[in-house]
């Protein structure tokens, strides 16, 4: 057998002893588990500012630490940074390349990123009198699809060509690349200490990544399809996906399996962006069929319903204060709900 | 993994291997903890307790006078 058969098949072993393994410690399961738990409530949110300013669809949006402040990108090649509270446009940044897919705004407020089909993670000064442009991190061969900050000095980047990586903003050069995905890695999400990263990619998988040592430290099996959103839970002990198989899924980092699906049989259309609420307890999914479904994350069930906005919803964010939840979509309009 | 050339799949197998040795937490231990963390935190997570959006910053606090 040729050595290349020999290794196929030992990662199939393994692999079916990674599932005996998960198997052998799932004693329970979340319904018995949280059955003594009451049910949330109907959630019934009202739209507090539709933000109008965009000309083209929206992909991307994130948070400021300071709970008011806000990026969005759109394929009209501006990021805009806006007061939540006014509704009003603080900057406007524009983008060399109109075909952005993320952006990020770093803990400090100091600096916002963006990135997309050109294969580039930009990253700009907000507090220069004039905004600049402080690094291009160019490395990447394929599209940037998530971008987020660890610090001002230190950025992690998803990518179309298989790979994350951590880059240092002072060199601009990658300082470790995380290897393992086989499809266009689609999301990333921090854990809450900083020390680990979760991606989702196409090849349906879910992965865990000790930042430091660069090891990819577990795969979370069960979506039949292209994982587009993916959140750690506020604890850390758990995350969230979201998958164009029309679900989400949570999987507990310590029992290292799924410990449920959010899936309906009316819903038919992939969940394109995902946020929790302040302690993790709802899920905020936004799907291709124009909607914001609200789950109970520890029932499974759907408890709300967010209509409203005219295409895809491509992006959703709840502030680190949990005090609202923010949709963007294509139809080029950002809502805040609460 | 049929796109993975030798050392790729050398280094897939020797993740997997790695993956395998995690020490996994029962679910009988793993899940109530789970729970245990947002039933604390369901106090503080304004979607669940109307108290703490008593002060909605997207709520006008104040009713309009008429002059």
């Avoid at chain 1, 400090?108 to 700009?124: E, F």
């Avoid at chain 1, 998803?158 to 903003?169: H, K, P, Q, V, Y």
């Avoid at chain 1, 499974?300 to 906005?309: I, R, W």
């Amino acid at each position: 057998m040729g050595e290349m058969e020999q290794m196929k098949k030992e990662a199939e072993a393994l692999k079916t002893q990674i599932e005996a393994a998960r198997k052998a410690v799932h004693d329970t399961d979340m319904a018995s588990a949280a059955s003594g738990v009451a049910p949330a409530p109907r959630v019934q949110l009202k739209t507090r500012r539709n933000l109008k300013g965009h000309l083209a669809k929206i992909y991307a949006m994130h948070w400021s630490t300071d709970n008011r402040l806000m990026v969005s990108a759109s394929q009209d090649g501006k990021l805009l940074i806006w007061d939540s509270h006014s509704g009003n446009k603080v900057n406007a940044v524009p983008l060399k390349s109109s075909w952005v897919m993320t952006c990020a705004y770093a803990p400090s407020g100091n600096l916002v990123a963006s990135g997309g089909l050109d294969n580039m993670c930009t990253v700009y000064n907000l507090k220069t009198p004039v905004i600049k442009t402080v690094k291009e991190l160019d490395a990447h061969t394929g599209y940037l699809s998530c971008a987020r900050f660890l610090s001002d000095t230190e950025v992690l980047t998803a990518s179309g060509d298989t790979t994350c990586a951590l880059w240092d903003l002072e060199t601009g050069k990658q300082k470790t690349v995380f290897l393992n995905h086989v499809g266009d890695c689609m999301c990333l999400s921090l854990s809450p200490d900083m020390n680990s990263f979760v991606s989702g990619a196409c090849d349906s998988l879910a992965k865990l990544w000790d930042i430091r040592d660069g090891q990819c430290k577990q795969t979370f099996l069960g979506h039949t399809s292209d994982i587009n959103a993916i959140s750690f839970y506020p604890g850390g002990n758990a995350i969230i996906t979201g998958s164009d198989d029309c679900t989400c899924k949570m999987y507990d980092l310590r029992a290292d399996q799924e410990l449920i699906t959010y899936q309906d049989a009316a819903l038919n259309s992939g969940v394109t962006s995902l946020a929790l609420s302040m302690s993790g307890r709802l899920i905020f999914a936004g799907y291709d069929d124009f909607n914001c479904n609200i789950w109970d994350s520890l029932k499974g069930e759907k408890v709300g319903v967010l209509s409203g906005h005219d295409n895809r919803v491509s992006c959703t964010g709840v502030p680190p204060d949990g005090m609202c939840v923010c949709t963007g979509s294509w139809d080029s309009f950002l809502k805040i709900w609460n | 993994m049929d796109e993975l050339d030798e050392t790729q799949l050398k280094n897939h197998v020797d993740s997997l291997k790695q993956q395998l040795q995690f020490n996994r937490e029962k679910t009988s231990v793993a899940i109530p903890e789970l729970t245990k963390w947002i039933e604390e935190k369901i106090n503080e997570d304004p979607f669940l307790n109307p108290d703490v959006l008593k002060d909605n910053p997207w709520v006008e606090s104040s009713k309009c006078v008429i002059i």
